[in-house]
């Protein structure tokens, strides 16, 4: 089989700060490992840094003619808002590609517009407000609440000052990110419960959830609020990064445990996600888990969370690539 592997080889965002590149960067080491697994599954695998302009990149995969695309671009121009819009020319010239579609990554990106269509569905989540004129009220929101762009991936825009305890401290929290990353910009309660990560593969009513993961947060810095920060995903010598390992989850009730692996899968299903996702949560004290956020294209990386929570269903990388591949082999189009 013919394998193209797609990245984008940005090295910064369009909006953003300096040390943001570190995040974006990262996907092409991502990419190097996906193609190190498709050939040891076999498979005559092609290496292609997406073009940021949509005549070669459409000529670049009719030249190489691949039977699936492994579609690992997450940014385009720096844009993460063009992650979706790539998915949308393979879907318009026809090839066959692995992940969701044009519209769940958008709606995956769009952290405000997710939240509705999870809502909708009975997925709770966190209470809040989306912030974008700036005369918007916050008098509904709990406190202490969490201030993130509302069109970022990858903890872009979280850190510690995130976390603040009243509007006061909102607003010029919001006006600090709104700088760097745009509008809108998100303002939800603070959810001080466990972290899970729930990785899922699949599609429809044929998800899998593999087995849950943990944040660790028993070493993280004392004084500050749990979270997972841009510094804790992507910054090895931060203190964060080093407080925040993902470990196997620690025994949960059978009810929560359910009752998460169920929530994962009614949120995957609503945003109509496709093949792999990640769906993070937190333990609410009275209402229970509630989604964070769902993430249609997490890190594929042999390190990352997703291919850890894989490895302990039985699925080494190249397996879990190749699972991958499967999903986008048996169906749609393939150009002639």
């Excluded at 850190?159 to 990353?181: K, L, M, N």
């Excluded at 972290?195 to 993961?213: I, K, M, R, Y």
């Excluded at 028993?218 to 470990?247: D, H, N, Q």
Aim: charged share 25%; glycine share 8%; proline share 9%.
């Amino acid at each position: 089989m013919r394998v193209t592997v797609l990245y984008n080889q940005d090295q910064a965002l369009a909006l953003g700060r300096a040390e943001d590149g570190s995040a974006v960067a990262a996907v092409q080491d991502a990419a190097r490992a996906a193609a190190q697994a498709c050939q040891d599954l076999g498979h005559a695998t092609t290496l292609l840094p997406a073009p940021e302009d949509p005549e070669p990149l459409l000529r670049e995969l009719a030249a190489t003619r691949p039977d699936v695309v492994l579609n690992l671009v997450e940014s385009l121009r720096g844009d993460p808002g063009h992650e979706a819009t790539v998915a949308g020319l393979l879907e318009l010239a026809g090839f066959r590609f692995t992940g969701s579609p044009a519209q769940a990554l958008h709606l995956g990106l769009d952290k405000t517009m997710a939240k509705a269509v999870l809502a909708a569905a009975g997925v709770p989540v966190p209470r809040g407000v989306a912030v974008e004129r700036g005369d918007e009220s916050l008098a509904d929101v709990p406190w202490p609440a969490i201030v993130k762009p509302g069109r970022q991936d990858a903890s872009h825009g979280i850190d510690q000052q995130s976390v603040v305890a009243d509007p006061a401290a909102a607003w010029q929290q919001i006006e600090r990110v709104a700088r760097h990353y745009g509008t809108p910009v998100l303002v939800e309660e603070f959810v001080a419960g466990r972290e899970f990560n729930v990785a899922v593969l699949g599609h429809d009513d044929q998800f899998t959830v593999l087995p849950l993961s943990e944040i660790d947060f028993t070493a993280y810095p004392p004084g500050r609020p749990p979270l997972v920060t841009y510094a804790a995903k992507w910054l090895p010598e931060s203190p964060e990064y080093r407080g925040t390992p993902a470990i196997a989850a620690r025994a949960l009730p059978p009810a929560t445990e359910e009752r998460i692996r169920v929530l994962a899968q009614r949120a995957c299903r609503a945003l109509r996600v496709r093949d792999y996702a990640r769906v993070d949560l937190r333990l609410h004290a009275e209402r229970g888990p509630l989604v964070l956020e769902v993430n249609p294209n997490p890190d594929l990386s042999p390190d990352a969370g997703f291919a850890r929570a894989a490895a302990r269903a039985g699925l080494d990388h190249p397996r879990l690539i190749g699972r991958i591949l499967d999903g986008a082999l048996h169906r749609g189009p393939h150009p002639a």
